[in-house]
């Protein structure tokens, strides 16, 4: 029977030989066992873990959304501290009658008519509209003192629709009022 050669034929001896004198050269050797690490590192580490790291980018995809979502709504609350804060403690009738009437004192104008009545379409979480109509009268300055006083009071309201009428001595104005308060709790 004819034994097989198994040895290793001499080219590739010389070949192999010929690596090895390359390898002594520092910068050589450390190209080659970075390569050699980089391959291990990808078939042995990165290819086996890849679905793992997929997975875990989707999850920090969305931890990222959330946290946006997060600071979106925290910057809302903040936003809402500062917009109750010009909200009144309660929004019922009363209260508003009596405040406007003392705005209406404080600008001088006569009173001719006064509404008051929660704005049914108006509701915003804990918080109703309250809608006003005024019909007064006075010279141009106490209604200017009067509608400024309704702009710049201390609580959110807001002058929806003004209409005037000019008499020979005496302006005639309506006013359209919205505020925002929160609603009565005792009820």
Do not use: C
């Amino acid at each position: 029977m004819a034994m097989i050669d198994t040895s290793i034929p001499p080219e590739w001896k010389e070949q192999w030989q010929r690596i090895l004198e390359q390898l002594h050269d520092p910068l050589k050797l450390q190209v080659t066992t970075l390569a050699i690490v980089a391959a291990a590192g990808l078939g042995l580490v990165y290819k086996p873990m890849s679905d793992h790291i997929t997975s875990l980018r989707a999850e920090l995809k969305a931890s990222q959304s959330r946290l946006a979502l997060v600071r979106k709504i925290e910057a809302m609350r903040t936003t809402k501290k500062l917009l109750v804060a010009d909200l009144p403690p309660k929004g019922d009738a009363n209260f508003w009658t009596e405040y406007m009437l003392e705005g209406v004192r404080e600008a001088g104008v006569k009173l001719r008519n006064f509404e008051a009545r929660p704005k049914s379409k108006l509701r915003v979480g804990h918080y109703t509209g309250l809608e006003l109509k005024m019909e007064v009268e006075g010279d141009y300055a106490q209604i200017h003192s009067l509608i400024s006083w309704v702009e710049h009071n201390e609580w959110f309201m807001r002058i929806l629709e003004v209409r005037f009428e000019k008499k020979p001595l005496w302006i005639y104005a309506k006013l359209n009022i919205a505020l925002l308060a929160q609603k009565d709790s005792s009820k």
